[in-house]
């Protein structure tokens, strides 16, 4: 990492307030541990951070374990105003007051003299109230799901700082903090911050680190990375805490969610495959949620060293089924709509959506166009 990044990155803290921190939607344990790391040192700095991740907030109380930010969302409600403006140069406005209905809101403007020239009127959006963004853990803007959608204007307004370490990042930052041979995002930050580090910055950074490294047993696990996590328990960090946490408790909803889907896996070795699919019934029995799937599809690649690709369908209702996708080579999912097209990608899971089929046909096309492709 050079020294150059290092100080752009100081350089442009100095001069920022207001920080905004993204991370993917779905986000895996390396982004919430850099978030709420990075969230709780420019705290430190007297700086005022938020973070917007655009995902149901039980699909992060795992990590409740953690420290918990205070200023966490997700949506960028209020993240700007707009200024409606009138030019008074030619006649002047005496009294401005507003009235509230139900669905709506009536500004009354009285002028001084006669009518008022809708031509003087302009209606124009304000700045964003944010100085800088803090994007982690994002190999593209598109894998902040929502938060980009429905804002892609702030992302051409405010300087972006990008940390990551994938080899596929797209590198959409002013500055771009990329380093591929590190094990996570939350390796990278240990470094960048490594002096004001203490026990709640440690243990967010070691989390990610575990979560990444599949608790040090992965081939993602470096000597660096082994040092870096020695170095955040000489400083506080708890690792029976976090292991017991994240590996060790589980509730037991998905307990029995990951129990149904595990009856019903399948492998094909020539793919190196792994699917399962989902009932309604599935759900209700196990009293668990469609937002609790990423989670067990995770867990399915734990226990699947040899696996490649990961699939699971599940009916959204009687009509649709839903399927998501996640890759061992996280790389790859740019190409996932060659396997079924029409999905989105959503952190590192690609999701789509099928109508009038059922899960049996959507399996034999999904098989059939994976062996069309040799690039997966």
């Known amino acids: 990492m050079g ?10 803290l100095k001069k920022s307030k207001d920080i905004l921190i993204l991370i993917p939607q779905n986000p895996d344990g390396d982004s919430i541990g850099a978030a709420w790391a990075f969230y709780f040192f420019l705290t430190k700095q007297n700086l005022n951070p938020a973070i917007a991740v655009s995902d149901p907030f039980e699909n992060i109380s795992r ?19 707009f200024i409606l403006s009138f030019n008074t140069k030619h006649n002047e406005i005496t009294d401005v007051r507003t009235e509230r209905n139900e669905n709506e809101l009536r500004i009354y403007i009285t002028p001084r003299q006669g009518s008022i020239d809708p031509r003087d009127f ?17 190999s593209d803007k598109e894998t902040l799901g929502k938060i980009y959608e429905e804002n892609p204007d702030i992302f051409y307004e405010v300087p972006i700082v990008n940390i990551d370490h994938h080899i596929n990042n797209d590198k959409f930052g002013q500055i771009n903090i990329i380093d591929i041979t590190a094990s996570s995002t939350c390796e990278i930050l240990s470094g960048l911050i490594s002096s004001e580090i203490d ?52 509730p037991f909803n998905l307990l029995k969610l990951w129990g149904r889907i595990m009856a019903q896996l399948k492998w094909n070795e020539d793919l ?24 067990i599809i995770k867990k399915i690649q734990e226990n699947y060293s040899s696996g490649k690709i990961f699939l699971v369908l599940y009916n959204e209702s009687e009509e649709k089924i839903k399927g998501l996708i996640k890759f061992s080579e996280t790389e790859k999912i740019k190409n996932a709509a060659l396997i079924f097209p029409g999905g989105e990608i959503r952190g590192d899971i690609y999701e789509f959506v099928s109508e009038n089929k059922n899960i049996g046909d959507i399996e034999k096309e999904i098989i059939s166009n994976l062996h069309k492709q040799s690039i997966f």
Request: contains cysteine.
């Open 122 to 138: 302009s209606f124009i959006p304000a700045k964003f109230k944010y100085d800088l963004i803090i994007a982690l853990n994002s």
């Open 272 to 295: 190196k495959l792994a699917w399962s699919s989902v009932s309604i019934e599935d759900f209700v029995q196990s009293r668990s949620k469609p937002e609790d799937i990423p989670f």
């Open 199 to 250: 026990e709640n910055i440690s243990n967010c950074l070691l989390s990610g680190i575990i979560s990444a490294t599949e608790s040090f047993q992965n081939k993602h696990t470096t000597p660096k990375a082994l040092q870096i996590s020695a170095n955040l328990m000489d400083k506080g960090a708890n690792q029976q805490n976090i292991i017991r946490h994240l590996y060790k408790t589980q």
């Open 63 to 81: 990590f409740d374990f953690l420290p918990h930010p205070k200023n966490l969302s997700d949506n960028l409600s209020g993240a700007r105003d």
């Open 3 to 12: 020294t150059e990044l290092v100080q752009q990155l100081e350089e442009i």
